[in-house]
């Protein structure tokens, strides 16, 4: 078989949040793939390199990463695409978001700095038990740089942004509690083709996995586009094929399925 490039989204794909876990199963299989001569990259919204997230990196340790939906793309440790959010643009959400109580922002280092943090706050002490991570002042927001930002709320709070700033788009989290924050020409089909370039491959050279909307343009440009049986469903829709949900080792029943990796292995 010739070698591919497989990109994984990581959360509700290869991390399961109902465990926060990476199964063992799915890691044996990625370093198979790699043994075998295969790319292996992470395609996601997170910046692997954050505070939240590297240990995730470390753990997975793959060959390449398409962060924050493709506005950081590196190959080990060289960062080969980076384009940051205009920062007027996040000024004038920022004031919006003020006047109608909704929480926007991103995290800086270990500290969240979000508009209307309490909504964040509220968020974590469901899905955790707490919320007590550490804050600091929204104006940080306006003198460093972000890929995008995040959206923590009411799905309807995305129409109001998308409406009042018809320059972003919000696909939403697998948990339809939050959205990423990002220009519409954002996407992580655009941070794949920096790898393309780099590897000197094309689209029917990608093997691509996901569940969620800002999987959208790679599951539907990839040569094999595959979505979760978790995902949602206009995903599903534009997939070439659609596998077992994450609880059910959904990544490694599609490897074999597709004959990337053998029975046996």
């Known amino acids: 078989m010739c070698s591919k490039i497989f990109c994984f989204d990581l959360d509700m794909t290869l991390l399961d949040h109902k465990t926060f876990h990476i199964s063992e199963k799915v890691l044996k299989d990625l370093e198979t793939l790699k043994k075998e001569g295969h790319v292996v990259a992470v395609a996601t919204g997170r910046d692997m390199d954050s505070e939240f997230s590297k240990a995730y990196k470390k753990q997975l340790q793959p060959d390449a990463i398409v962060h924050s939906n493709g506005q950081k793309v590196t190959v080990g440790e060289k960062k080969i695409r980076e384009v940051f959010m205009d920062p007027k643009l996040i000024a004038r959400m920022m004031e919006f978001c003020r006047e109608h109580h909704l929480c926007i922002g991103m995290n800086i280092g270990k500290y969240g700095c979000y508009v209307n943090k309490e909504v964040l706050i509220e968020h974590e002490k469901r899905i955790f038990g707490d919320g007590d991570r550490e804050y600091i002042d929204e104006s940080n ?125």
Not at 197 to 223: C, P
């Open 141 to 265: 927001l306006l003198t460093h740089p972000f890929y995008g930002l995040a959206y923590f709320g009411d799905p309807k709070g995305t129409d109001l942004l998308r409406e009042a700033f018809p320059e972003i788009k919000t696909p939403l989290f697998a948990d339809r509690r939050g959205a990423d924050v990002i220009t519409k020409e954002v996407s992580k089909a655009n941070g794949i083709q920096a790898l393309l370039d780099y590897y000197q491959k094309d689209w029917s050279d990608i093997v691509a996995f996901g569940d969620s909307m800002n999987d959208y343009e790679m599951i539907e440009k990839a040569g094999n586009g595959i979505a979760m049986g978790n995902a949602v469903d206009k995903l599903k829709e534009v997939a070439d094929y659609v596998t077992r949900p994450i609880e059910e080792e959904g990544v490694s029943f599609a490897l074999r399925h597709f004959g990337y990796l053998s029975a046996d292995q």
